[in-house]
Structures are given as C-alpha cells and as structure tokens.
C-alpha cells in the first residue's frame, strides 16, 4: 500500500511531520500533461480550450436562463448612462457586478450578441482552466479522466440557470487555490488579488475559498493520519454556521439537499432525459473510487486533503440551508446547494483522478460527455427556435411598450422562456417584470412609478406566479405567453386582468 501521502502529491517521510518548513519540494506536473498520455502542452492546452467553447458558438444564441436577464440589464445600465431610462438608477456596489460591468462595456463597443459569447466564452476559459488546474494541482494525473469531467461541469446547472458572477467567482477562486495549494506564502499573499476580483464578481465563492485554503494550509501542518483532528475543526465551523443561519435569518432546508453532495447532479439540467448521462456519470465514479480504494485503502484515501475537501463539502451540502432571507435584500440568496454542489464537483474529480484507470474509464467518460453535449445541442436548438418566435411576436408592438410573461412551471426550460423576453426586449421594449432592480441584490435600482420595471419584487413574483392583477398605472402593457407547440403570442392586458390569463 502506497503511503497516504502519495496521494497528496508530496511524497513525505512518514517519520517527519507534514509541515511545509521540513516537507521536501513537490515536482509539480504540467497541467496538460498525463500520467499516461503525452500530449504537449502546445497542442492540449488551444486544443483543449477550443472545444470547451464548441457550445458558445454552435447555436444563434446562447441559452443560459439569467444571462438574458443580464444582458438586458447591460442595456438598461447603458440607457441610464445616457439619461435614457428616467427612473432608474445605478447603485455603488461591490460585489455582484464584475459579470455585468463586462457585458456593459462589451456591449456598448461590440453590441449585444458580441458581448455574451465575448463575456460567456472568458467566462468559461476561467472556469474551467481553473477547475483543471485545481485538480491537477492537487492530484497531477489522469487528463483523460478530468477533462471530460470539467468540460461537462463547466456547462452544468449553474452555467445553464445562468448564475454568471457566481460562475466567474468560481473560477477566479480555483485558480487562487491551484495557486495557492503548494507554494510559499509569499506567492500566496501575492495572488490575494485575485480573491478581490472574485467578490467584485460574487462573494459566496470568495468565502469558500478562504476556508478551503485555511483548510489546506492547517492540514498540512499535520502528519495524515492526525488530519482528522482537522476535519472535525471544518465541521464544527459549518455546524456553527448552520446554527448561525438557521437561528437568526428566514431560510429554506431539506433533508433531500444529500442527493447532490457529490456533484454530478451538475449535468441533470433540462429534464428527465438528462438522468442518462447523470447516471452513467456516478457509476464511473463508483468504479474509479473503487479501484482508488483496492489500491490505496479507504482509511489512506480519506487522510487525504482532497478527499477531506470533498467531505467537508458534501457536509456543507447537507448542514447549511438553501436558501437564506437577509434582510438587506428582497429576494431569498438561493440555489446555495446547488452552488455548493458545483464545488463538490470539483473536488471529487480531485480525488477520483489519482485512481488507476484504463481505456475503459477514458472512453466511457468521453462517451458520457459527448451524449451530454448531444442533449444540450438539442436543447439549445429548440430553445432558439422558441426565441426565434418571441422576438417575431415583440416586433409586431410598437416600440417601447411594457411586455411581461410567466413561466409556465418551474423547469429551467420555462425560466428560460420566462427571461428570454428580456434579450428580446433589447432596443425594442422593456421588461417590465424583469426581477433584478427590485431583489436589491443588483446595480440597477428603480423608482416607484419609474414606467419601465416594476421596484417591488412582490409585484415581480405576483406576475412570475400569474396571479398579478393588473392596474391602471401599469397600462399599456403586453402578455407574451406560450400558445402552442413553440408558437409564441402577444396580447394587450387592461386593468383587473391577471397575468395568469391566456386569450
């Protein structure tokens, strides 16, 4: 049996301690280059970035639920800047914005179609280089076996929901990690940085960063067999914020929240036809952890920082709620789990890349990734073609009319119709339910009577609902609604009307 350590990618003396002043420097592995394969970096890492953007551009659009919404919000901002939009103001606000300040600036010089696959392909390159560099730092083998793991993670749930400044945090924070994984701290104080960027985009992943690196930097000061004294420092950390969050905020908990403590729940994103791929995914895992368990041993593989990570990610998953009310905000912060999850993603494959694999694992992996990548292209298409008919059904309405539409169920494919309607109402209408001016937890603010959005986000979630019933001061305003097999019809509402109502 291999010593613990090994799996750490430091070869330590099991006499000594595990400190970094007395553990002898680790040959750090190229991060494109495999244990079993010899692909140079010339080739994998233009090769490797090429493909993973394959899905920015092989459609009209790119559908991502929210980025319409952030992309109409760009618009908006732009609009403000040129006294255009009476009404509307632009909060200071530092956290929450990167995502959106480069799709305004983007979009004023390049346009809005320009502006998201400029925005969502860097935003992708971030993510997923930062994912591959995470783990390999941490583990230093198997591309074959992270790669197709990454580049599925990469168009998982929170990319296709559209959470983008949390996307683009994530990325920016696992850099900082691989960065900050086996070097002194001298390089580690030089790269903090980053970690500023990050909260301009998000501060939820900054957050969990700071603990992972906290967790990293006091595990290995322990030799691997004492880390537990670690891990159950890290639990008692989450259970304390637990009962932080439970017992002083509004919030929302489920024992169901365990089924996506390992990550893969990522690819199940537009249905039931996703639970293929999904399964195949975590029966990979299963056989990969296995072979890492009749190889090293289960009690060596769980002394290890990754797969403590994981663990304590998975806890995390469980312990913490999803969704939390504070009070500075309109709207819940939600999908906390579902954030988590990507996450513990990330740090599964980190442990599971170290496990012996053949050409059979290489090839089932691929093979999953191209029937996920074949299932989003379709998605994406009929996704577009349903667009298609809503800008046709905006363009009959005279310009600079108030439109607002309910989504049909609670499935991302009916967000996406739902935010749809605010990429279609660029340079043509407004959005009048778009919900970000007013959660509060964006840029844009809005004043009551304002004519273009609604300022109070009951009013927004009353129409998300199809139970707003329309007033005086709202008038004129439209109802784009579904009306048949991707057939898409505008109607005008009058005052009693509800935006439940179908004509």
């Known amino acids: 049996m291999l010593p613990a350590s090994n799996l750490d990618g430091v070869n330590v003396d099991p006499r000594r301690g595990n400190d970094e002043s007395d553990a002898p420097t680790a040959t750090v592995m190229s991060p494109v280059h495999d244990a079993h394969g010899k692909l140079p970096n010339w080739m994998a890492i233009p090769l490797f970035s090429a493909v993973l953007l394959v ?37 200071p606000q530092s956290n929450n914005v990167l995502f959106d300040l480069l799709l305004e600036w983007l979009l004023v010089h390049a346009g809005a179609n320009a502006a998201q696959r400029i925005a969502v392909s860097a935003s992708v390159l971030v993510f997923g280089w930062g994912a591959i560099l995470f783990i390999f730092r941490a583990a230093r083998k198997n591309w074959w076996i992270a790669a197709p793991c990454v580049a599925m993670l990469s168009y998982g749930f929170i990319f296709h929901i559209g959470f983008f400044n949390f996307y683009l945090s994530m990325g920016l924070c696992l850099w900082y990690l691989a960065i900050f994984w086996e070097n002194s701290w001298r390089i ?8 500023i960027v990050a909260w301009l985009a998000h501060p939820f992943p900054v957050v969990w960063a700071v603990g992972i690196s906290a967790y990293i930097a006091l595990a290995n000061r322990f030799q691997p067999r004492r880390r537990y004294l670690v891990f159950i420092l890290g639990l008692a950390v989450l259970i304390g914020a637990r009962y932080i969050l439970i017992h002083r905020y509004k919030h929302a908990w489920s024992w169901e929240q365990v089924y996506v403590a390992t990550g893969a729940n990522q690819i199940n994103v537009f249905g039931t036809k996703y639970l293929l791929p999904y399964t195949c995914l975590l029966f990979i895992w299963l056989l990969l952890f ?21 663990l304590l990610n998975a806890a995390a998953i469980l312990l913490l709620p999803d969704a939390v009310m504070f009070p500075q905000f309109a709207l ?55 667009e298609d008919h809503i800008d046709a059904a905006i363009s009959q309405l005279p310009p600079g009319q108030r439109v607002i539409n309910t989504p049909s169920s609670n499935f991302l494919r009916s967000f996406s119709f739902h935010h749809d309607l605010d990429r279609g109402c660029i340079g043509r209408c407004y959005s009048y339910a778009n919900y970000e001016p007013s959660t509060l937890q964006f840029r844009i603010r809005a004043q009551p009577g304002n004519g273009i959005v609604m300022d109070n986000y009951a009013d927004v979630a009353a129409v998300e609902a199809g139970s707003y019933v329309v007033r005086a001061a709202d008038l004129p305003v439209y109802l784009l609604y579904e009306c048949g097999v991707r057939k898409v019809c505008v109607s005008s509402l009058h005052a009693g009307d509800t935006t439940g109502k179908r004509h």
């Open 55 to 91: 899905p920015c551009f092989w459609q009209s659009r790119i559908q991502a639920t929210d980025l319409s919404s952030h992309i109409y919000n760009a618009w908006l901002a732009s609009q403000i800047h040129r006294g255009a939009a009476p009404g509307l103001w632009i909060a």
């Open 188 to 195: 580690r104080a030089a790269t903090l940085p980053l970690l």
């Open 290 to 310: 296995r072979r890492l368990a009749k190889t090293h041993g289960i009690a060596a593989i769980f002394m290890t920082i990754p797969a403590q990570l994981w």
């Open 332 to 386: 819940p912060f939600g999908f906390i789990v579902q954030r988590l999850s990507l996450g513990a993603a990330v740090m599964l494959c980190a442990v599971l890349v170290s496990a012996p694999s053949g050409n059979f694992e290489k090839l089932a992996l691929v093979s999953v990734a191209i029937l996920f990548f074949a299932l989003l292209f379709s998605d994406h298409r009929e996704l577009n073609q349903l």
